[in-house]
C-alpha cells in the first residue's frame, strides 16, 4: 500500500489549503485513513480521521470547525479542507492508513501502519 499526499504550501494567517491523500495497491473500502502533523521539535499529533465506509467522521479539538476531512468518490482519495488556517497549523502534514484501526483509538498514530510522505503547510502570521 502506497499513500501520496499532496496541496502543502505557504499561505498568510486566515487563508485556506486543501490537502489530498491518495492510495493505492490495496482495496481500502474497510480502510480508516487518518491526518497527522508534526510540527519543530513536536511530536507528531492527531489532526482528523475518516471511516471510508461509513464516512464517520473525527477530529483533533484544535481544528475542530476550522478543518473537514472528506472521501472523494474514489474511495481511495481522501482530502482534508483546512479553512482560517493559524500559525499554530503550521507543520509537516501525514495521511496515514489502517484497516484495523479501533475507532476509540482513531488519534493514535500506533494504530496505523501505512504512512505517506509528508507535505509541508506554513502559515505566517
Known amino acids: 500500500v502506497q499513500l501520496q499526499a499532496s496541496g502543502g504550501g505557504l499561505v498568510q494567517a486566515g487563508a485556506s489549503l486543501r490537502l489530498s491523500c491518495t492510495a493505492s495497491?490495496?482495496?481500502?473500502?474497510?480502510?480508516?485513513m487518518g491526518w497527522f502533523r508534526q510540527a519543530p521539535g513536536k511530536d507528531r499529533e492527531f489532526v482528523a480521521a475518516?471511516?471510508?465506509?461509513?464516512?464517520?467522521?473525527q477530529y483533533a479539538d484544535s481544528v475542530k470547525g476550522r478543518f473537514t476531512i472528506s472521501r472523494e468518490s474514489a474511495e481511495n482519495t481522501v482530502n482534508l479542507q483546512m479553512d482560517m488556517l493559524k500559525p499554530e497549523d503550521t507543520a509537516v502534514y501525514y495521511c496515514?492508513?489502517?484497516?484495523?484501526?479501533?475507532?476509540?483509538?482513531?488519534?493514535?498514530?500506533?494504530?496505523?501502519?501505512?504512512w505517506g510522505r509528508g507535505t509541508l503547510v506554513t502559515v505566517s502570521s
Open positions: 496515514a492508513a489502517s484497516d484495523r484501526v479501533i475507532w476509540s483509538n482513531t488519534y493514535n498514530p500506533q494504530a496505523y501502519y501505512h
Open positions: 495497491g490495496g482495496t481500502f473500502s474497510r480502510y480508516t
Open positions: 475518516i471511516r471510508l465506509s461509513s464516512r464517520h467522521t
